[in-house]
């Protein structure tokens, strides 16, 4: 069965803190990717990785970046994180095709 | 650039009657079309592709390139089917997997 895993479902952060939140897929997927799901906005893109070491920028990078030390594993880096950055952040793999496979997200509050 | 739009925040329907969820999409090339589905407290997953032409759970979607829509339907809805839908278009005919998601319609079936 397909898994992509969420280190956390929820977290509190300060302002200006740095965030690291970890995904892991055990599918050996080459594409991985980072969303963040607004009520009204739908998911937008952060980042995306095709390859180990490779990463690309999505729709709304500004504030972020990502790393990608290892195919199975596809972090998401909030250098100084500000109020504005709380959301529902939401990772995702696929194979060659546009099926994507989700996590079951991290609820990130930054006061 | 493309563009996924669901006009639809909210949609309310009684069980029993039929269901039709928007989405119209703009895209200059050949598209691939999904619908993602969310229900309360799960992850988010792929309802069912364009390409593959079957019905999922009761729904089914045909892609209308010359009104540009991919319009989710079924005939009878089930308190069950209450989820939060997502249509989303992919670039895949340019080499790239990224989806572009629409803002999502809430689908609440009143029983």
């Known amino acids: 069965d397909v898994k992509v895993t969420q280190s956390s479902r929820y977290l509190v952060k300060r302002t200006g803190e740095k965030v690291f939140l970890e995904c892991v897929q055990d599918m050996d997927h080459e594409n991985m990717f980072w969303y963040r799901q607004d009520p009204g906005l739908g998911l937008r893109l952060i980042y995306f990785?095709?390859?180990?070491?490779?990463?690309e920028k999505g729709d709304i990078p500004e504030g972020y970046s990502v790393s990608r030390e290892k195919k199975e594993r596809f972090s998401l880096i909030l250098e100084s994180a500000s109020t504005n950055q709380t959301s529902m952040y939401l990772c995702?793999?696929?194979?060659?095709?546009?099926?994507?496979?989700f996590g079951a997200g991290t609820r990130l509050s930054v006061l | 650039a493309q563009r996924v739009t669901q006009p639809e925040k909210l949609l309310s329907v009684f069980k029993g009657a039929p269901v039709e969820l928007k989405c119209n999409y703009s895209y200059s090339g050949s598209p691939e079309l999904f619908w993602y589905v969310q229900y309360s407290r799960q992850r988010l997953q792929l309802l069912l592709r364009h390409i593959s032409r079957e019905s999922i759970k009761g729904f089914t979607a045909d892609l209308n390139k010359g009104e540009t829509s991919f319009h989710l339907k079924k005939p009878f809805a089930q308190e069950e089917d209450s989820a939060m839908y997502y249509c989303a278009l992919s670039d895949s005919g340019a080499g790239s997997y990224q989806l572009t998601f629409g803002k999502g319609t809430k689908l609440s079936v009143i029983p």
């Open positions: 990785s095709y390859d180990v070491k490779m990463k």
């Open positions: 995702a793999s696929s194979l060659y095709i546009s099926i994507q496979y």
